[in-house]
């Protein structure tokens, strides 16, 4: 079955990028039917969409980060990617990356990646 | 503030039936998008629960049990079993400028 795992620095100095990677094992991000998207959950919070991405590399963006975030996609190496400009503490949190189906309307996020820890400080 | 609201907390006792709200506006549910349902065991990523508003994936109980009318939605879950403590989250897609796929604030169930 598809699995997602998500890679990247454990630590991030306010005012730097956050970067991160999903790496899919056992699907395809060549796939048209389906995004590959990025979630955050702040520690003791509920869940934010960040953003989505297509295989063709089209992209949409929560509205609140879409000034900071870049989502892109490398279909040879079955991997998509995060990065998040100009981070704050207030940007701590477990980021996920997961799958859903292509459309507005055609399923929930399944798979998740298990999430990784990102903190933002000096 | 979550484009759709959850209440924060309920709870109930072993074999009870529960049940979680999800109320949302006319730019989703109320825009006839689906509702989905994911269940967060303590230290683990979301699950997918419900998706389609009443569907259960492989391998999900028949305890759990969604519905959809007008701009809200409800996850019910019967039989309740100590193993069911867990957050909930509804999700939903929004056609309107706060966000595209959205998240209810998450409703902490406790089983006493």
Redesign the interface.
Do not use: E, I, N, R
């Given at each position: 079955q598809v699995q997602l795992q998500e890679s990247g620095p454990g630590l991030v100095k306010p005012s730097e990028p956050l970067s991160l990677t999903c790496t899919v094992s056992g699907g395809s991000t060549s796939s048209g039917s389906h995004y590959w998207a990025w979630m955050r959950q702040p520690p003791g919070k509920g869940l934010e969409w960040i953003g989505s991405i297509y295989y063709d590399g089209s992209t949409s963006y929560n509205p609140s980060l879409e000034s900071r975030v870049t989502i892109s996609v490398d279909t040879s190496k079955n991997q998509f990617s995060l990065k998040l400009r100009s981070v704050t503490a207030a940007e701590t949190a477990v980021y996920y990356c997961a799958r859903h189906p292509y459309g507005k309307n055609s399923g929930g996020f399944d798979p998740w990646g298990q999430g990784t820890r990102v903190t933002v400080s000096s | 503030q979550?484009v759709l609201t959850q209440p924060p907390s309920v709870s109930g006792a072993p074999g009870q039936r529960v049940t979680i709200s999800c109320t949302g506006s006319s730019s989703n549910i109320g825009a006839?998008?689906?509702v989905?349902?994911?269940q967060q065991l303590p230290g683990?990523?979301?699950?997918?629960l419900i998706?389609?508003n009443t569907n259960r994936?492989s391998g999900v109980p028949d305890r759990f049990s969604g519905s959809k009318s007008g701009t809200s939605a409800s996850l019910a879950i019967t039989g309740l079993q100590a193993e069911d403590e867990a957050d909930y989250?509804c999700?939903s897609?929004d056609?309107s400028?706060?966000?595209?796929?959205?998240?209810?604030?998450?409703t902490k169930l406790t089983v006493l």
């Open positions: - | 979550s006839s998008y689906d989905h349902w994911y683990t990523a979301p699950k997918l998706y389609g994936p989250y999700q897609y056609s400028l706060s966000g595209l796929w959205v998240f209810g604030g998450g």
